[in-house]
């Protein structure tokens, strides 16, 4: 079931963080989490990536302790955490809404976990002015957090969580509230916090662009299954399914059915109406008939010479969008009308209109087999 | 500034400088002030046109009586009204002699006019409340005043010599003041002496402080039973899913659905010496028949019933707080670090306290003027403040003065509460569902 391209299951020994079978039922009848196996290195930035109801919350809230494991064990630091209380795990965590306390100050809020661990008075107040400093907000310390804006108890959110100088910080959703701007910002300082800490984090986003910007690797969940577990780079270039290649990016679907296998880098398929495709064999056996060709609209060029690609279909502009950068052009091509190509807005590259008839050409490498 | 200026941005800023210093004005020239209050005046206007005929009723129904009640408690027309002469006479009456022949031909006066109107009786016996026996010294001159002649008090005296008797004018001369403070005094079991002195009344008529404190403490008891009952349940109200919690309301509104005659009497079989606890306990040999516990008709029965009453009070305050607590507010302080029990007296029940204080705010006000049940199961030594208020009320002996008073006093009281309470907590901060 498991696609576990890049883990490296053999490097368990630097796992520092790592789920063993780990299985998840709420109601004894459904598993949310289905089998999860997932070491974790020291001071790596991974990434939880799927759509809503996929799991990983549950994942998150089984790591800090607030939810048991229905099955499986999770070690942390080469110990067994299952039975750890949370406020034992030392773990940091970061919420989607915050959870900053109301009734108390930013200050107050970030001498929390220094104070129920009995630190003196002198050194949290040096420890919270250093970690307010850090996120940018030296002069916030006697605001409450009605009192801030988004962006800023996300920073706050932030700086409690490692006020106390955990190694693993947890953090869910933490983005989902602030605008795009503010986000991409934040994105940028979570990952400069991140570096110059060295701290292991885990994050949960359902944002696939946040999670290929920020993480060392993203596990991408489907259906409590972690579909593919790679670096950002192999899952948008390699996606090893073809739930990954939808979720990860812009991706062009055509349906088919396998009729030659012509070697290990190259099958022909037969589309639904009638054109055959070469294309990568990459998540194909032996038996399977139905593939799902996937492939980026940035890999297709537009009017390419004769001869010079193995696929050429002919298609017919039904949309052009203007995008500045780049113009986005969907086409009537093989049956489907929702096949996109990104044109890039730069001398030499055709535009082309609505009606206007093109052929459509790309490699074979770029044209994924994936199931069905 | 070199920039601001390049844009040709500056020019535009020192037109807006200057009409800064001219105060602004809306486009047809009024001042912007003077246009803004008018607008919002006329939204208050129209606000107020809402509310006027609620604010009509409650003036009515409510300000009213309870004006007409506070006045009532102080008002003393009687002895002035029935002897106008004489009170105009004895207002600078020294009151170390007997008064002279002024005063007693004022008093021959009102006499006269007294018999004629039918009202002499009336003030005699108003006299007598005071003073036992006036009535008939007051009565038996009356009815030969008209035989009588100056010097009046030669007169008087000569017809009964009671007449010489200080008291009994020093009396008059403290009755005829219209505002007397003489039922606020007997509400606190003070009284004045035959010397028109200030006293605690005999220590056998001395109720009412007892039963202000007596009110005070027990409601303060009830009070604190419904935040050890109630906090635990609205806190499971609040948490458990939805089904169980909305059958757990369900239970917790049933007792307010149920009339309160009912529930009172079902403590009374209950609590009763021969009811079904008490039979338990027998039968279960925890006590003998002999030794059948009272839990009612004394102050653990009004306690008990009266916590239960009140409990949906303290319940729904906090569960309507407890519920917009979001559980990643605990579940942040333990990953914090804090315990279990930490978590809970550091950061969960401080967010609490706005439902807490309305559900104390809530139940100690409604405990405090609570009538029927301690009339119902509190006996003789569970009974309120309200309880005595009642009994001045109704009667061949009502003492509507006097229940004014009272009623005075615990409104009095219940606003000092309140306004402590705001002190402390901030009323604005509350929140009572
Ligand atoms: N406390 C719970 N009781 C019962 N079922 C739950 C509970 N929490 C989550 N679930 C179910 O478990 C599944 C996974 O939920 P989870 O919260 O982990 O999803 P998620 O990946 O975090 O989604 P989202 O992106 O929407 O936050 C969902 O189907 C959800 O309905
Ligand atoms: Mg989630």
């Known amino acids: 079931m498991q696609h576990d391209s890049g883990t490296g299951n053999g490097a368990e020994d630097s796992a520092y963080v790592r789920f063993e079978d780990v299985q998840k039922s709420y109601d004894g009848e459904t598993l949310v989490i289905k089998n999860l196996n997932l070491a974790i290195k020291r001071g790596e930035f991974l990434t939880m990536l799927g759509p809503s109801g996929s799991g990983k919350t549950t994942c998150l809230m089984m790591l800090a302790g607030f939810e048991s494991t229905t099955h499986g064990a999770i070690w942390l630091h080469e110990q067994r955490i299952d039975n750890v209380p949370p406020h034992k795990r030392g773990i940091g965590m970061v919420f989607q809404n915050y959870a900053l306390f109301p009734h108390m100050t930013v200050a107050e809020n970030l001498a929390f976990p220094l104070k129920v661990r009995g630190m003196g008075k002198s050194e949290t107040e040096e420890r919270v002015n250093r970690v307010l400093s850090m996120v940018e907000l030296p002069q916030m310390g006697d605001r409450r957090p009605a009192q801030l804006s988004g962006g800023q108890q996300q920073r706050v959110a932030v700086a409690r969580a490692l006020v106390f100088e955990p190694d693993l910080v947890l953090m869910d959703e933490p983005l989902g509230a602030l605008d795009k701007q503010l986000r991409e910002q934040m994105q940028f300082e979570i990952k400069h916090i991140h570096e110059s800490l060295g701290v292991t984090v885990v994050y949960v986003t359902h944002d696939q662009s946040e999670a290929l910007t920020m993480s060392d690797r993203v596990a991408v969940f489907n259906d409590g299954i972690i579909q593919q577990l790679s670096t950002p780079e192999v899952l948008y270039e390699a996606p090893d399914n073809a739930f990954v290649a939808q979720f990860i990016g812009e991706n062009n679907r055509l349906l088919g059915e396998v009729v030659e296998r012509t070697s290990d880098t190259e099958i022909r398929v037969k589309l639904e109406t009638g054109e055959t495709i070469r294309a990568l064999p990459v998540n194909i056996d032996a038996s399977t008939e139905r593939t799902t060709l996937s492939l980026r609209p940035e890999r297709v060029q537009i009017n390419p010479p004769e001869g010079s690609m193995p696929n050429v279909l002919t298609g017919k502009v039904a949309e052009v969008i203007y995008l500045g950068d780049h113009i986005r052009t969907r086409l009537a091509v093989a049956g489907h009308d929702d096949f996109i190509v990104k044109i890039p807005n730069a001398s030499g590259h055709p535009s082309l209109s609505e009606g206007e008839a093109a052929s459509l050409g790309w490699t074979i490498e770029d044209c994924r087999a994936l199931d069905a | ?433």
């Open chain 2, 1 to 433: 500034m070199a920039d601001i200026t390049a844009d040709g941005y500056s020019p535009a800023r020192d037109e807006e400088d200057e009409a800064q210093d001219k105060a602004l004005t809306t486009a047809d020239g009024t001042p912007l002030k003077i246009s803004l209050r008018r607008s919002q005046a006329r939204q208050r206007r129209r606000a107020f046109y809402l509310v006027a005929p609620l604010l009509a009723f409650l003036v009515v129904t409510f300000g009213w009586p309870i004006a007409q009640m506070t006045f009532r408690s102080i008002h003393n027309p009687e002895v002035a009204n029935y002897l106008p002469e004489t009170s105009a006479a004895i207002a600078d009456w020294s009151g170390d002699d007997v008064p002279d022949e002024e005063v007693f031909a004022a008093m021959a006066r009102d006499m006269k006019t007294g018999v004629e109107d039918r009202t002499i009786g009336r003030a005699a016996a108003r006299i007598n409340r005071e003073i036992p026996g006036a009535r008939s010294l007051v009565m038996s001159t009356a009815r030969d005043v008209e035989e009588m002649s100056p010097p009046y008090r030669d007169a008087f005296l000569a017809e009964d010599e009671d007449w010489a008797d200080l008291e009994f004018w020093r009396l008059i001369k403290r009755e005829t003041r219209i505002l007397t403070p003489a039922y606020y005094l007997l509400a606190l079991d003070f009284e004045y002496n035959t010397r028109g002195e200030i006293v605690e009344r005999p220590e056998v008529y001395q109720v009412y402080r007892l039963l202000f404190w007596r009110t005070a403490w027990m409601s303060m008891a009830i009070t604190g039973l419904c935040i050890l009952l109630g906090y635990p349940i609205a806190h499971l109200l609040a948490t458990l899913p939805l089904r169980k919690s909305n059958l757990l309301m369900i239970l917790v509104l049933l007792p307010f659905w149920t009339s309160l005659l009912v529930r009172t009497s079902a403590w009374i079989v209950l609590l009763q010496q021969q009811g079904v606890i008490n039979d338990l306990l027998v039968w279960a040999n925890i006590v003998g028949d002999d030794g059948r516990v009272r839990m009612i008709y004394n102050q653990i029965g009004t306690i008990i019933a009266m916590t239960h009453i009140l409990l949906p009070f303290m319940i729904l305050p906090l569960y309507s707080v407890m519920k917009t607590i979001p559980p990643s507010y605990m579940r942040a302080a333990r990953s914090l670090g804090a315990t279990q029990f930490t978590a809970f007296t550091k950061i969960y029940m401080p967010l609490t306290i706005p439902g807490l204080a309305a559900g104390v705010l809530l139940v100690f006000i409604l405990a405090i003027g609570y009538y029927i049940t301690p009339a119902l199961v509190g006996g003789e030594s569970g009974i309120f403040i309200s309880n005595l208020i009642a009994q001045n009320m109704q009667g061949s002996s009502a003492q509507l003065k006097l229940a004014s008073a009272l009623a005075t006093i615990l409104l009095v009281a219940v606003l000092v509460f309140y306004w402590l309470f705001n002190k402390l907590i901030g009323v604005d901060r509350l929140k009572f569902g």
